[in-house]
């Protein structure tokens, strides 16, 4: 099995090879192969029994779709794994939690003056599920590890939203918890082209975030523990198919 591993921003991707200095310690992987297309870098890994690609896309759809498809198309990824940072919409969200995503929509798309729901275009749908088994396999992780993994509907456009209005309407216009710029897209890819997914977020701010907060920081920080959470689900994964 050859498993993607993609973030938007190379902050998200590069716990699994750099171990926290300045010289890369492949602190995951035996990487064997860098490789440079369509104006981005992958990383070709072994993990164990399992053939990695690693990558960041660059933030937003296009980028991200992008990346998607062709770890999909051209590295012959089977299955991908999304990790990243996202901004809460559910009050019931804090800095520092662990969201997985039941669902993805795009907050952004819009042709309601031709009679269909926002994020809808025909032939198409306005959610998209990752795999069941994935999120699965990402509670019992989370419950081995003690953490309290939330689950959500989490919505993507391209667009950083800040306007407490522009939130209000998402949550209730979509039903969701959390928002990005990336997992939508990444999804839309994945369900053409019949590919298990997951998308793993850490909530970077909140209704409660205050001024003193440093989101560099906290983004090492999270994606250190999301690397983690990732490589376990390999494990359960790799389990899996031995049995």
Request: net charge negative; glycine share 4%; aromatic share 10%.
């Given at each position: 099995m050859k498993i993607a591993i993609m973030?938007?921003?190379v902050e998200e991707v590069d716990p699994f090879l750099n171990a926290g200095t300045h010289e890369p310690l492949l602190q995951y992987f035996k990487k064997h192969n860098d490789t440079e297309y369509g104006n981005n870098l992958y990383h070709e890994?072994?993990?164990?029994?399992?053939?990695?690609?690693?990558?960041?896309?660059?933030?937003?759809?296009?980028?991200?779709?992008?990346?998607?498809?062709?770890?999909?198309?051209?590295?012959g990824c089977d299955m991908l794994l999304f990790t990243g940072v996202a901004g809460a919409i559910?009050?019931?969200l804090k800095i520092?939690?662990?969201?997985?995503?039941?669902?993805?929509?795009q907050h952004d798309l819009d042709i309601t003056a031709f009679g269909h729901p926002h994020g809808y275009v025909p032939e198409g749908k306005v959610y998209v599920e990752p795999s069941r088994e994935l999120i699965h396999i990402a509670k019992t992780v989370a419950d081995e590890k003690g953490i309290n993994l939330k689950k959500g509907i989490i919505a993507t456009g391209d667009q950083?939203?800040?306007?407490?209005?522009?939130?209000?309407?998402?949550?209730q216009t979509f039903d969701a918890d959390a928002i990005?710029?990336?997992g939508a897209s990444v999804a839309v890819v994945c369900d053409a082209l019949n590919i298990p997914f997951f998308v793993l977020r850490a909530i970077s701010d909140a209704a409660d975030t205050d001024a003193t907060?440093?989101?560099d920081?906290?983004?090492?920080?999270?994606?250190?523990?999301?690397?983690?959470?990732?490589?376990?689900?390999?494990?359960?994964?790799?389990?899996?198919?031995?049995?």
């Open positions: 973030g938007a921003m890994a072994r993990y164990k029994e399992l053939d990695i690609v690693l990558g960041y896309s660059k933030i937003g759809k296009v980028n991200s779709a992008l990346t998607a498809a062709t770890m999909i198309e051209h590295f559910s009050p019931d520092g939690d662990l969201i997985v995503a039941t669902q993805l929509c950083f939203i800040a306007d407490s209005e522009r939130k209000a309407w998402i949550a990005e710029m990336e907060f440093d989101f920081e906290f983004l090492k920080h999270s994606s250190q523990v999301s690397s983690s959470f990732i490589m376990a689900m390999l494990e359960k994964i790799m389990a899996e198919q031995a049995s």
